[in-house]
């Protein structure tokens, strides 16, 4: 159990690099799935392992052991690491709990707050509009989900165009695209070394996005064209001035989607390279069942040393 | 994926999208069209700026339906009306969006924008993409 219980948590490390050549390689629907399962997977592993890192040392705590009906000396030695780890892992779920929770608010009230903002207004259908001459154009999420857009972005855009915009939304509401993005940043709050996942994850979802737009519309050079218009038109009002510090000097992701766009639809779903799929199943597998054996081991030596406790509770005074 | 949205394109457009598309869809359409006109607009106009898709009854149906929800007003012109979208308290509620929008990265989450921000070079190379020019296969996706 020692080493095993380290496993998930270093595993991240391994798998997001993997991660991110593999998901290029698949098509956007499944690298949306693939990278959210393997952060939900990596990240609850870690957790797990962080859990039974922390209780194995809580049983040691004499008050702990009493409650539990067991007797810490028949607990084994462990390693002299295992009190500080503990106290680590303690300090770490304790932390994580805060965040996840302290997240998960912040995002509720978010959307929350964008709801009420756009409940009155110019409407029509799912569509709010908002009067700003920067183009922006998002997917807001809830019940009803609404296409929120701006009129600088409806100017920039052709009539054609501005369908491909609102099936792209469309997609990213019936798709529930957020699903995806909400359950990564709980993973990505769980193991912080899962954040590399998220830039991959919002690649694919808008991939994906542009696809649907693209049957819908019947017309890829229509809706690269779209997507490639509307960047440029944020660019030029200067409503994205921030430059990214993570773009390199390769092209970021609004190119790569319109050329994807542009090229012939991918070649019908060609699986990862099979050493790339191997080694991420490794990689889940090694991290869940690590996790899974060290709480197995602990709750064995546990149902020991409880065992051992009801013989010894005759002569035991304290 | 979403299916039945938009009927084929080899289908008839005089009437055959009309009944395949939800009514919310076209009339989502019909007020972008308003918005991104300078002027108010007949429903032959309309009809016009969509690409001919609807027919010119469907157009002036759902701008009928429209101004009954007040999402947009219309005034007298020739002998029917020239329709605009009605305008909300505009200044506060765009810079309460960008506020909202600007205040931190966590917004992914919440939103899932339709155009990510441009280096100078994908704005560069997105020029020659849209110009129809091959960029070249540098980039392999």
């Known amino acids: 159990m020692i080493y095993a219980v380290w496993l998930p948590l270093l595993m991240p490390f ?12 698949l098509p956007p629907r499944a690298a949306a799935w693939a990278l959210t399962a393997l952060a939900l997977v990596l990240a609850l592993s870690s957790t797990a392992a962080l859990g039974t890192l922390a209780l194995a040392g ?16 028949l607990l084994g030695g462990g390693s002299p690491a295992t009190v500080p780890a503990a106290t680590l892992a303690a300090l770490a779920l304790t932390g994580l709990g805060a965040l996840v929770l302290d997240r998960t608010r912040c995002h509720l009230r978010e959307l929350r707050t964008a709801h009420r903002q756009f409940h009155s207004g110019a409407s029509a259908g799912d569509l709010c509009v908002r009067r700003d001459d920067r183009p922006e154009a998002y997917a807001l999420p809830g019940r009803p989900g609404r296409i929120v857009v701006t009129t600088g972005m409806l100017r920039a855009l052709s009539a054609g165009e501005r369908e491909v915009l609102f099936a792209h939304e469309r997609a990213h509401l019936t798709g529930r695209h957020h699903v995806f993005l909400a359950a990564t ?7 912080p070394a899962l954040r590399g996942l998220r830039a991959p994850l919002s690649y694919a979802l808008e991939r994906w996005a542009d696809e649907s737009a693209a049957q819908a519309t019947g017309d890829r050079a229509l809706t690269a064209r779209a997507v490639g218009r509307a960047a440029l038109a944020a660019r030029a009002a200067g409503s ?4 990214r510090l993570s773009l390199t000097a390769t092209a ?8 994807a766009l542009l090229n012939t639809p991918a070649p019908a779903a060609r699986l990862l390279p099979g050493s790339l799929a191997c080694l991420l199943l490794a990689c889940v597998a090694v991290s869940a069942t690590a996790a899974l054996d060290a709480a197995t081991d602990l709750h064995a030596g546990i149902e020991v040393a409880q065992g051992e406790q009801g013989h010894a509770a005759f002569g035991d005074g304290d | 994926m979403p299916d039945g949205q938009i009927d084929e394109p ?11 598309r939800p009514a919310g869809e076209l009339e989502a359409s019909v007020l972008a069209a308003l918005w991104a006109a300078d002027a108010p607009l007949t429903p032959g106009s309309v009809q016009l700026e969509l690409g001919g898709g609807l027919a010119r009854t469907t157009v002036t149906t759902i701008l009928t339906r429209l101004h009954a929800k007040g999402a947009v007003t219309r005034a007298r012109s020739g002998r029917g009306y020239a329709y605009a979208p009605a305008q909300d308290s505009p200044g506060l509620t765009a810079r309460r969006m960008h506020a909202e929008l600007d205040k931190d990265e966590d917004r992914g989450t919440v939103l899932a924008r339709f155009v990510s921000d441009l280096s100078p070079e994908d704005e560069q190379l997105l020029r020659t993409l849209l110009e129809g020019e091959p960029a070249g296969g540098e980039d392999s996706v």
């Open chain 1, 58 to 73: 809580a049983l040691r705590l004499p008050f702990v052991a009493r409650a539990a009906h067991l007797s810490p000396r």
């Open chain 1, 185 to 191: 940043e709980l993973a990505v709050a769980l193991h």
């Open chain 2, 10 to 20: 080899a289908h008839d457009p005089v009437d055959g999208r009309t009944d395949r």
């Open chain 1, 240 to 243: 994205s001035a921030r430059p």
């Open chain 1, 14 to 25: 391994l798998a997001v690099p993997v991660a991110r050549r593999g998901a290029e390689q």
């Open chain 1, 252 to 259: 970021g992701p609004v190119p790569r989607r319109v050329t």
